[in-house]
């Protein structure tokens, strides 16, 4: 069970990444997708506050990002994408030393790719997703693994006492879990897309 800090700091975070993916936004038409600087926000998420922080701020924060600018569409698939993203980075890059955080954001990075990649493979087509992972999303995040280790390197320095906090540790079976879950519920929510023609 968290406890109410946990829950206030994941309630602050979902917000602020909403702000960051909403400070801008560059259309990408061929999926209607948007390039955005939001990944630095749920990286940062799972690099300060841990794999459950990073889930749900990630997730949360970055579909509502999407409802709010009118990607509605987008969110259901945003939701387990980002969340997953954030959980990666938290589960690998919180509490070690740099070498895990690097690891942890280019383990994020990977996640985010290949998660939309994959998605807007089924729904839209190959060369489409292709198109998006090689500019679009490898950019932001790119510029999101560097923006969340230049901030909580900073943070560190500022509030040290936010490296020693103890939150929710997550256990391998647990990551199993959340990964597993995660894959099953886009490929649902894939499959309605597809057959309801939502995204095409």
Do not use: C
């Not at 990444?17 to 990286?43: E, Q």
């Not at 387990?80 to 383990?107: C, D, N, Q």
């Amino acid at each position: 069970m968290p406890d109410s800090r946990e829950v206030a700091v994941t309630a602050v975070m979902a917000a602020a990444t909403a702000a960051t993916t909403m400070l801008i936004v560059i259309p990408f038409a061929p999926t209607r997708g948007f390039f955005n600087i939001g990944d630095a926000m749920v990286m940062l998420a799972g690099l300060v506050f841990g794999a459950r922080v990073g889930f749900l701020a990630g997730g949360i924060g970055s579909a509502l990002a999407d409802i709010l600018l009118g990607y509605g569409f987008f969110a259901p698939l945003t939701l387990f994408i980002k969340g997953m993203e954030g959980y990666v980075v938290g589960y690998i890059g919180r509490g070690r030393g740099p070498f895990y955080r690097v690891a942890a954001v280019l383990a994020g990075a990977a996640v985010m790719m290949a998660g939309y990649f994959t998605v807007e493979w089924v729904i839209l087509s190959f060369e489409v997703a292709l198109a998006e992972m090689l500019t679009v999303n490898s950019l932001q995040v790119g510029f999101g693994a560097v923006i969340s280790l230049a901030v909580w390197g900073l943070l560190r320095k500022t509030y040290p006492a936010l490296e020693h906090y103890k939150y929710s540790t997550s256990s391998r079976r647990e990551a199993l879990a959340m990964g597993l879950a995660a894959i099953i519920l886009l490929g649902i929510v894939s499959a309605i897309y597809t057959a309801f023609g939502v995204m095409g």
